[in-house]
């Protein structure tokens, strides 16, 4: 179990606070011994900042911002993970598959399965589970039909 709800971490750039959220009780059973042994679930978010020698009693003064920033900066760093993604998948798909020379050639059902396979990929920020739980498209097969 976390000792306190969060802490600070220092580093040469600055430091980490890893805060501890949600702490409930979840006791295992020991595979050796058979005995319960205690156990604990927790959210973990961690936000970088400045040091400062009083940042913990800054926290500790405003926990409820503080927790929401790094839970925002969490949630700002996995969009990005999964933006970054998402625009690899739409460069590809420009570059190798719907480039002009091919796109000349495709039936217009070829096209239309591109078209809306590049639109649901733009449309993944958009998703109810975004930036956590996100439903790819599938790629048309490379003659463009699904």
Do not use: H
């Amino acid at each position: 179990m976390p000792e306190k709800a969060f802490q600070v971490l220092p580093s040469a750039q600055g430091c980490t606070v890893e805060f501890y959220d949600s702490v409930n009780s979840n006791p295992v059973i020991d595979g050796m011994t058979g005995q319960k042994i205690p156990s604990w679930d927790y959210e973990k978010y961690t936000l970088e900042t400045d040091y400062s020698p009083s940042l913990a009693a800054q926290i500790e003064s405003d926990y409820a911002t503080w927790l929401q920033k790094a839970k925002d900066a969490e949630k700002t760093a996995e969009e990005l993970k999964v933006r970054d993604y998402r625009d690899d998948l739409l460069n590809t798909c420009d570059t190798v598959y719907c480039n002009a020379e091919r796109w000349a050639v495709m039936t217009d059902e070829q096209r239309q399965a591109w078209a809306a396979y590049k639109q649901a990929l733009r449309d993944v920020p958009t998703q109810a589970g975004f930036p956590y739980s996100v439903s790819w498209p599938a790629m048309p097969a490379e003659g463009g039909t699904t």
